[in-house]
């Protein structure tokens, strides 16, 4: 017996004229209604693309809103040549429609525009979060960070460490922040607190004898918003080895940070990075981590005034 996905034989965005003439089944959200007099048009969107459906019976749409969920089952036609839309890559082709299946239907005034919810207001966004992450942009970016994460674990496996987990409720283990604690339920009137960071556990692992440890670590600081980090949590690549020097460490940051940043970065990028010692970072920059697109430095002046009368 061979299963077939009662939701869909194709995902949105995989239909091409070699399908033409077939007869298919699409689940995604409604993105537009449009009536062309007589015979209706919805773009259904799923995580892959849009495919425009023809809707002949408009009774198929009763209680059919934008951003509901929505099956539809229909044949594979080749759309008009004067009405192609070359932004999609299923522009060439629409699904004709024989029956259409309400999943889960949304509320006719939603809360704001999907396509332009980066326009409004974080709490309303943080509020209706399951539609803002419809958005194309703020979805892409939740992929994007996907991505990466699975691209920094295959490149630290492929340098022979491996991929621990440490614990997330422990003894707390001061950092550069407060601990986020949490009451214990047998232990009355104690507390476990949530790792700032997993220093101690990596330690621990080192000295019982793994070679390479890397983790893409929370870390829980309850301290205000950066703007590299969100308040509460964080993640970070995390990596230690044993017998190792300050060079083997140097050395396996520049693969990783530069072939990173290579494969995702928008930008070329030098494959010499610089060293800035910690000291001339500080009387050169005022800061540890100084931007060096910003041409700004500070400049001693103080053999310049030695013989001046202003205090």
């Not at 008009?80 to 029956?99: H, L, R």
């Not at 490149?155 to 009451?183: C, N, V």
């Not at 309850?222 to 970070?236: C, I, V």
């Amino acid at each position: 017996m061979v299963y077939e996905n009662e939701y869909r034989t194709h995902s949105c965005g995989q239909l091409r004229e070699s399908d033409i003439g077939k007869n298919v089944r699409l689940s995604g959200w409604v993105e537009n209604i449009r009536d062309h007099g007589g015979i209706l048009f919805i773009d259904l969107r799923d995580e892959t693309g849009i495919t425009q459906i023809v809707i002949k019976d408009e009774n198929m749409l009763k209680n059919v809103t934008r951003e509901s969920t929505v099956r539809v089952c229909g044949e594979v036609l080749r759309r008009d040549e004067e009405t192609y839309n070359p932004k999609i890559e299923t522009g060439t082709v629409e699904v004709s429609a024989q029956t259409l299946d309400i999943l889960g239907a949304a509320k006719p005034n939603l809360p704001f525009e999907v396509v332009s919810s980066k326009e409004t207001r974080e709490d309303v966004r943080l509020s209706y979060r399951f539609l803002d992450l419809r958005n194309k942009k703020v979805h892409d970016n939740i992929i994007f960070r996907s991505q990466v994460i699975s691209y920094l674990r295959e490149k630290m496996t492929s340098l022979g460490f491996l991929d621990m987990q440490t614990p997330i409720l422990s003894a707390s283990s001061p950092e550069g922040a407060r601990d986020y604690l949490i009451p214990s339920r047998k232990h009355h009137g104690k507390f476990y607190a949530l790792p700032q960071a997993p220093q101690i556990f990596k330690q621990l692992l080192m000295v019982s004898g793994f070679d390479k440890y890397f983790q893409v670590a929370p870390c829980f600081r309850d301290e205000d918003a950066r703007a590299d980090r969100t308040p509460g949590e964080f993640y970070q690549l995390d990596l230690e080895m044993a017998f190792a020097t300050q060079e083997d460490v140097f050395k396996v940051a520049h693969e990783v940070m530069y072939n990173t940043f290579k494969k995702f970065g928008n930008k070329p990028v030098s494959e010499e990075f610089i060293r800035l010692p910690y000291e001339t970072a500080m009387l050169k920059y005022g800061t540890d981590k100084p931007d060096l697109r910003n041409p700004l430095e500070i400049v001693e002046l103080s053999d310049m005034f030695v013989e001046t009368d202003f205090a």
